[in-house]
Nanobody, 123 residues
Framework: VQLQASGGGLVQAGGSLRLSCAASGRTSSNNGMGWFRQGKEKEREFVAGVNWDGSVKNYADSVKGRFTISRAKASNTMYLQMTSLDPEDTAVYYC?????????????????WGKGTLVTVSS
């Protein structure tokens, strides 16, 4: 199974971006998925997660009300719609598959990681 994140880029503060994460190979649609990010010289942090069927979502406080996570099980794709972007959101964003049906907030809750996509928010 491989995860491929895309959709990153350069955007001005206040702008929006939509990240995608496509899972290929022998995938399991019964696992939660999530987004993490890592800024320069910062620890990797949880951003948002979604459970196996998309019915339960959780967010970091820093992105609540601005970011929306979703998933399309039929296409094994997860999305992160980001609005009202701030320079503090600048980071490499990673998608991951959780060990279980729900999405935890710790990196150890995830078993498969994709390569990141860079999001840069200019002021």
């Amino acid at each position: 199974v491989q995860l491929q994140a895309s959709g990153g880029g350069l955007v001005q503060a206040g702008g929006s971006l939509r990240l995608s994460c496509a899972a290929s190979g022998r995938t399991s649609s019964n696992n939660g998925m999530g987004w993490f990010r890592q800024g320069k010289e910062k620890e990797r942090e949880f951003v948002a997660g979604v459970n196996w069927d998309g019915s339960v979502k959780n967010y970091a406080d820093s992105v609540k009300g601005r970011f929306t996570i979703s998933r399309a099980k039929a296409s094994n794709t997860m999305y992160l719609q980001m609005t009202s972007l701030d320079p503090e959101d600048t980071a490499v964003y990673y998608c991951a598959v959780a060990r279980r049906a729900w999405s935890g907030t710790a990196a150890r809750d995830y078993v498969l990681w994709g390569k990141g996509t860079l999001v840069t928010v200019s002021s």
